[in-house]
Structure formats: structure tokens, C-alpha cells
């Protein structure tokens, strides 16, 4: 950046590397204010307000308790199935939540970014902190309920937060690639939906990855949601199998490339974006 009498002031689209990093903890404040800005437009004008953090899980469980646990008949391995799917919607709803907001993101905050400079990367990973805000609520309402039940997590409740670190890596890494490919090609907001839609049915919500046959578990693995929910269900459930390696591993690689491809996608473009978007 320069700054003279006789020259004009140049705002650069961000510095290289490490420094790049630090810019954005140096916009900590920024990050914190966009944050809170989308959890007042989040609830802006409802009835029940952050009460749909509560709502919303427990509605849902009850209709695929229902289908998969008494109408369709499904194991659940010992445990309640209202257990069973609340473990498996819980890290579900803070993706799929995050994933949509985090690619309109950059669109909503047109007027901020082609005003001052700032790392754009604020903007998408503000978006998530919404979702993340409802996963703590829906957690502390599973844990109730797993109480309620007689449950008791065991020593195996340790790798969760190993699990929860995989779930925002992959979240932040699908919301930062939706994010910026949403502002070249504006119809991408059209397929997030059915991508959204069809990741419930194909990962394991509302029924156990037991139920799907051998022959089918490595394909069934390639979605990283799969080792994930397997991950939490492991974790707070007791009496599971043993903890799921393969899916777990699966889902590990396919996170870390999602958020390292993305990063380094979201920068090549970030340069540009004033212009596009």
C-alpha cells in the first residue's frame, strides 16, 4: 500500500501466505461483528427465535423415528432409535445448514466487500458460526435426551471433539468452494439445494451404516459424511461396533483435501472477485 500527496492510494487484494493469515486475525473484530450480524438476520423477525434450534432437530427425528424405526423396522443397535437418529442428524443439520450459507455468503455481502479491503475468507467462515451456534444448542438438548433415556456416554465421549474438528474442516472446505464458485456462476445456488437433499438420503441420518451391505460399504465410505456421523455415534452411543476405521479414514482425506483445495481456490479468485461479484 502507498500513500503520498501526489500519488493515489492503492488497496492491495491481499497479502501472500503466512501474512495473508495474519491479516485475518488482525480482522478478528470484523469476523466477530459478520458473525453476529448473520445470527440477528438468522432469527430477524420469528416467533420462536433461536427456539428452532431446538424445533427443528427434534421434528425431524420424530418423522424418521417413525419411518425408519418402526415402519420401515430398522436395527439400531441396541439403543433407542430416537438416539440413534439424533446422533446422526446432529452433525448432518450443522452442514447442511453451513454448506448453503456459506456459498450465498459473498453475494449478501456484496456492499462490504466493494467497499474496504479486508481477507475475504472472513466472509464464508463467518457464515458458519449461524450453524455452529445451533449444533451447541442441539447438543446440549442430545445430551439431555440421552440422559433422559439412560444413556451414559463412556470413556469413548474423548474422540468427539476429534470428530467435530473433521466435521468444520469439511464444512468450511465444501462452504468455501460453493462460495466462490457461486459468484462466477450465479446458477450454482441451484444445484446446492438438490446436493443438500440428496446428501441426506445417501448418508447414514436416519438409519445405521450397519444396515447397508458389505459389498457396498467402501462405495457407501466415499462420502465423508459417512465416517463423521459413524464418528459421533461411536463416540456418545454405547454398545456400537467397533469404531469405524475406514470410514473414519475415508472421510479424514477427503476433508483435509476439501479444505486445502479450497483455501487455495478461494485465494486464486479472491483477487477477482470485486470484479464478478
Known amino acids: 500500500m502507498r500513500n503520498s500527496r501526489d500519488e493515489a492510494l492503492v488497496i492491495e487484494a491481499g497479502k501472500t501466505g503466512l501474512h495473508y493469515f495474519r491479516d485475518i486475525w488482525s480482522y478478528r473484530e470484523l469476523f466477530a461483528f459478520l458473525a453476529w450480524r448473520d445470527i440477528l438476520v438468522h432469527y430477524k423477525q ?68 466493494s467497499k474496504i479491503y479486508f481477507p475475504r475468507l472472513i466472509v464464508p467462515l463467518s457464515s458458519v458460526v449461524v450453524s455452529l451456534l445451533d449444533f451447541s444448542i442441539g447438543g446440549i438438548l442430545l445430551l439431555a435426551m440421552l440422559g433422559a433415556q439412560g444413556i451414559a456416554p463412556d470413556w469413548r465421549i474423548l474422540a468427539l471433539p476429534i470428530v467435530i474438528i473433521q466435521l468444520l474442516a469439511l464444512t468450511v472446505g465444501a462452504g468455501l468452494w460453493i462460495a466462490a464458485l457461486n459468484v462466477k456462476y450465479r446458477d450454482v445456488r441451484h ?69 486445502v483445495s479450497a483455501v487455495a481456490f478461494f485465494r486464486r479468485t479472491e483477487r477477482y472477485l470485486v470484479d464478478t461479484i
Do not use: C, H
Request: net charge neutral; aromatic share 14%.
Open 46 to 113: 420469528t416467533f420462536i427465535g433461536i427456539g428452532w434450534a431446538v424445533i427443528r432437530p427434534l421434528l425431524t427425528m420424530v418423522v424418521f423415528t417413525l419411518i425408519f424405526g418402526r415402519l420401515a423396522n430398522l436395527p439400531s443397535g441396541g439403543v433407542p432409535y430416537s438416539a440413534l437418529v439424533f446422533t446422526g442428524l446432529l452433525p448432518w443439520l450443522l452442514f447442511a445448514n453451513a454448506f448453503p450459507a456459506a456459498g450465498e455468503s459473498l453475494i449478501s455481502s456484496r456492499s462490504v466487500i
Open 191 to 259: 444445484v446446492v439445494p438438490f446436493l443438500t437433499q440428496l446428501g441426506l438420503y445417501i448418508s447414514p441420518v436416519g438409519y445405521s451404516s450397519a444396515v447397508v451391505p458389505e459389498s457396498w460399504r467402501v462405495l457407501f465410505s466415499v462420502n465423508p459424511m459417512v465416517g463423521i456421523i459413524d464418528g459421533f455415534r461411536w463416540a456418545l452411543l454405547p454398545g456400537q461396533e467397533g469404531f469405524p476405521w475406514m470410514s473414519y479414514l475415508m472421510s479424514s482425506a477427503v476433508a483435509l483435501t476439501a479444505v
